[in-house]
T-cell receptor
Framework: QQQVKQSPQSLIVQKGGISIINCAYE??????FPWYQQFPGKGPALLIA?????SEKKEGRFTISFNKSAKQFSLHIMDSQPGDSATYFC????????????FGDGTTLTVKP | NAGVTQTPKFQVLKTGQSMTLQCAQD?????MYWYRQDPGMGLRLIYY???????DKGEVPNGYNVSRLNKREFSLRLESAAPSQTSVYFC????????????FGPGTRLTVT
């Protein structure tokens, strides 16, 4: 049973465009939703995160939108740059469960110059 | 601070051989995790340790054992390696609190022939 479903699997965007990655979860006990960015040959690194009591969080060009009733959240990358080309993972966790996270399968983003 | 370190970076094993992957963190984090990453399958939790002295199974524990040696170190052992264990292994750590950011190591690329 996949508790966090991520789409699309891959995404190609022109420089300056908007990249959108979507995730859906099933477990309503999840209460923290981070996004990680991973460059080839490196470990994932936290990009931005949101709690379900907030509908949107923005950090620079990166925005998370959260829809609690639909059990969906998405990452928007505005003014996408070639340096944003990486694999992005959404995750969900219960804060009472030792920070144990369930990850989506990842989205490989390519930003073309 | 070195963050999360992992050794070795690369390893090739023959079927049936054993080995231990080492992980250490210098951030005084309580919780530590072992993941495997396979193409198109995201990050899957093998084992985790909520605190020193405790370990618990994750999503895919079969064929692995772990030891939380102390607060800093968390090792993963393959007793009898199988080709299905060919993967990239990541160790991560996190601290309980308002955020549950996981800090990942650089990974170990393991090939079992």
């Amino acid at each position: 049973q996949q508790q966090v479903k991520q789409s699309p699997q891959s995404l190609i965007v022109q420089k300056g465009g908007i990249s959108i990655i979507n995730c859906a979860y099933e477990n309503t006990a999840f209460d923290y939703f981070p996004w990680y960015q991973q460059f080839p040959g490196k470990g994932p690194a936290l990009l931005i995160a949101i709690r379900p009591d907030v509908s949107e969080k923005k950090e620079g060009r990166f925005t998370i939108s959260f829809n609690k009733s639909a059990k969906q959240f998405s990452l928007h990358i505005m003014d996408s740059q070639p340096g944003d080309s990486a694999t992005y993972f959404c995750a969900a966790l219960r804060s009472t469960n030792a920070g144990k996270s369930t990850f989506g399968d990842g989205t490989t983003l390519t930003v073309k110059p | 601070n070195a963050g999360v370190t992992q050794t070795p970076k690369f390893q090739v094993l023959k079927t049936g051989q054993s080995m231990t992957l080492q992980c250490a963190q210098d951030m005084n984090h309580n919780s530590m995790y072992w993941y495997r990453q396979d193409p198109g399958m995201g990050l899957r939790l093998i084992y985790y340790s909520a605190s020193e002295g405790t370990t618990d199974k994750g999503e895919v524990p079969n064929g692995y054992n772990v030891s939380r040696l102390n607060k800093r170190e968390f090792s993963l052992r393959l007793e009898s390696a199988a080709p299905s264990q060919t993967s990239v292994y990541f160790c991560a750590s996190s601290v309980r609190g308002l955020t549950y950011e996981q800090y990942f190591g650089p990974g170990t690329r393991l090939t079992v022939t």
